[in-house]
């Protein structure tokens, strides 16, 4: 069972910037495509990106131009660049593959407040 780890997330003023890590204990390279998600309170879970081996990206309309995705598969990594924080990007952020399916992360907070 792998399992993830996720990082990066802060406490930051709309209309800043934070770069999510996610890392998994085992290898990433066969693994058809990635994802970033992330719950509000009160919410269901939510794609956000996504990021096939072949380097395809997905956004959801809502970060579409703001976030970006990308992964190295030797570090078993996935990043989540995310700029131009809005409010409503509040949220823990996860990392899984796309289906999900390793037992989710503790997630990593991202507060947007002034």
């Known amino acids: 069972q792998v399992q993830l780890v996720e990082s990066g997330g802060d406490l930051v003023q709309p209309g800043g910037s934070l770069r999510l890590s996610c890392v998994a204990s085992g290898s990433i390279y066969s693994i058809p495509v990635m994802g970033w998600y992330r719950q509000a309170p009160g919410k269901e879970r939510e794609l956000v990106a996504s990021?096939?081996?072949?380097?395809?990206?997905f956004y959801a309309d809502s970060v579409k131009g703001r976030f970006t995705v990308s992964r190295d598969n030797a570090k078993n990594t996935v990043y989540l660049q995310m700029t131009s924080l809005k409010p409503e990007d509040t949220a823990v952020y996860y990392c899984?593959?796309?289906?999900?399916?390793?037992?989710w992360g503790q997630g990593t907070q991202v507060t947007i407040s002034s």
């Open positions: 990021i096939s081996r072949g380097s395809s990206t």
């Open positions: 899984n593959a796309l289906p999900a399916r390793w037992n």
